[in-house]
């Protein structure tokens, strides 16, 4: 999984991780911070939720842009440091009047444009170090370590989240809606280890950066020759990346409801505490173990030596006892803040990637791995199956309903106690649809798009993204006005269309693949 891949690979992962940690940590609070600290309503947070989203996947593209004539790396700097005024800004707590809702908004403006300036240019970095053929068949895999490394950052996202809010209440005696700023402040110290893991180990990737003064350097004899594209044949792969951008805007659209109504639904609908043995998935280093076991797993199952086999078993070994100690030392019931069910999604990425990837090489053994698009496609039907289970347990609900907090706010009432296996259970099956469409639509992008025009063809991706994200409203907007059912069913249905569409273009997008 980890041999033969550029040094280059690790370090950009881990300066991505960094910023995404941050990220992440700031968005499984936001929801529940619009409604909370400004009273506002499901469809009003849910809209300002989206057009965050929206605009910090849609300035990727003009990021892109400036990258091709100025440079990757150098884009990449000036988001970082923008971000961080952002999130600097985010994290003062101003209280819940007109002006705290001016400076919130001017807040997210900078942090949707410094991540426009980070992300696309990184993962088209990514991208340039295979475009040498000692590297060049190890693309889709670079990708999905990449695209797990991204997750690494998300999984203590929550787990952070909740407990610096819950430690400025506690312990420094700030009000629960001044609290949600200090989780917004672990942003701006995760984009310090960011940029300081980029400059520790540029070395490594310089030579991917790009621009116009800093072309990308390849040792001739390795460097892949970029193909010379005629204006046809440049039309066939940006109408065949446009089609894929068009279907992806409704997985996102389903996909980013984590954040929003099916944090919701964890809030409002689901049992707000847990024992015994599920209590142990809400603790984020009992996740950390399982991980462990699974790359151990793996690691003593191909190791080549007898040593390397017997380390691997001892840590395996190791890590069940630690669990199975934990096990026995669980006694009544925990908490379950509605923010922490965001952590499985990003524990399924990190722990299932080396499965997906096995699967796939087995299957490319045997001359039938699935094309990228065809893998994208399998992923919106995958999606439309996590909302039809969410739509067949959610019959029989009754529908949301608001009454006012100590503040005077409309907040959301705890109605429910469906079981938290629910939703765990919906985040397994999007996750394995993610695996199949982002990851791979990434290294569709970097290998498709004609060389001219890489960054505006990563930044395509991020706009069809943004699209999708801008689309999340919807889940705010239906969210008490229609019986539940009725609201997943919408994105069941759009997942499905989506689906059908990509499968009736297969031949086309297979065929600029190739």
Request: hydrophobic share 55%; charged share 10%.
């Amino acid at each position: 999984m980890f041999e033969g891949q550029p040094k280059g690979l690790f370090a950009l992962a881990l300066a991505n991780t960094g910023e995404r940690f941050g990220y992440y940590t700031m968005i499984a609070v936001f929801a529940l911070f619009l409604r909370a600290n400004y009273g506002l309503s499901p469809a009003v947070a849910g809209t300002i939720y989206s057009s965050f989203l929206m605009v910090v996947y849609f300035l990727p593209l003009i990021g892109g842009w400036m990258a091709d004539k100025f440079g990757y790396g150098k884009m990449v700097t000036i988001g970082i440091i923008i971000m961080f005024l952002g999130y600097l800004l985010l994290s003062v707590p101003l209280g819940g009047n007109t002006l705290a809702l001016i400076v919130m908004i001017g807040a997210l403006l900078l942090i949707g444009l410094g991540t426009g300036l980070f992300k696309g240019n990184l993962q088209v970095m990514v991208g340039n170090l295979y475009d040498d053929t000692r590297y060049a068949a190890k693309r889709d895999a670079g990708f999905s370590i990449f695209y797990m490394a991204i997750n690494i950052g998300a999984l203590f996202a929550p787990t952070a989240a909740v407990k610096i809010k819950e430690y400025a209440e506690t312990v420094w005696g700030f009000s629960s809606n001044d609290a949600y700023h200090f989780s917004f402040a672990v942003a701006c110290a995760s984009l310090v280890l960011s940029i300081a893991i980029y400059y520790a180990f540029r070395s490594t990737f310089r030579h991917a950066e790009g621009g116009k003064k800093d072309a990308l350097k390849t040792d001739g004899a390795n460097a892949v020759k970029e193909p010379e594209l005629s204006k046809d044949e440049t039309k066939q792969r940006i109408i065949a990346l446009c089609l894929v951008f068009a279907v992806v805007v409704f997985f996102w659209m389903a996909f980013h409801q984590n954040g929003l109504s099916l944090t919701f639904f964890a809030d409002e609908f689901t049992a707000n505490s847990a024992s015994g043995l599920q209590s142990m998935a809400f603790d984020v280093w009992n996740l950390v173990l399982v991980i462990v076991i699974v790359y151990a797993g793996f690691s003593l199952f191909q190791s080549k030596t007898a040593k390397g086999k017997g380390i691997s078993g001892a840590i395996i070994l190791a890590a069940l006892g630690i669990l199975y100690h934990k096990y026995t030392r669980t006694t009544g019931s925990i908490d379950v803040a509605a923010p922490i069910f965001q952590q499985f999604n990003p524990f399924y990425v990190v722990a299932l990637t080396p499965v997906s990837m096995a699967i796939f090489s087995w299957l490319a053994s045997k001359g039938k791995e699935p094309s990228a698009p065809r893998k994208i496609a399998y992923g919106m039907v995958v999606a439309a199956v996590a909302y039809a289970i969410m739509a067949f347990a959610s019959v029989g609900l009754p529908m949301p309903q608001q009454a006012p907090d100590a503040s005077g706010n409309l907040v959301g009432q705890h109605v429910a106690d469906v079981t938290p296996n629910l939703l765990i259970s919906v985040y397994l099956v999007l996750t394995f649809g993610e695996l199949l469409l982002s990851p791979m639509g990434i290294s569709f992008v970097s290998k498709v798009a004609p060389p001219k025009y890489k960054g505006a063809m990563m930044g395509g991706w991020f706009v069809s993204t943004a699209l999708g994200n801008q689309l999340v409203l919807v889940g705010g907007a239906l969210w008490g006005k229609v019986p539940l059912w009725v609201c997943w069913s919408v994105f069941l249905g759009v997942c499905l269309v989506a689906a059908i569409f990509m499968f009736a273009m297969m031949k086309r997008l297979e065929k600029v693949a190739k």
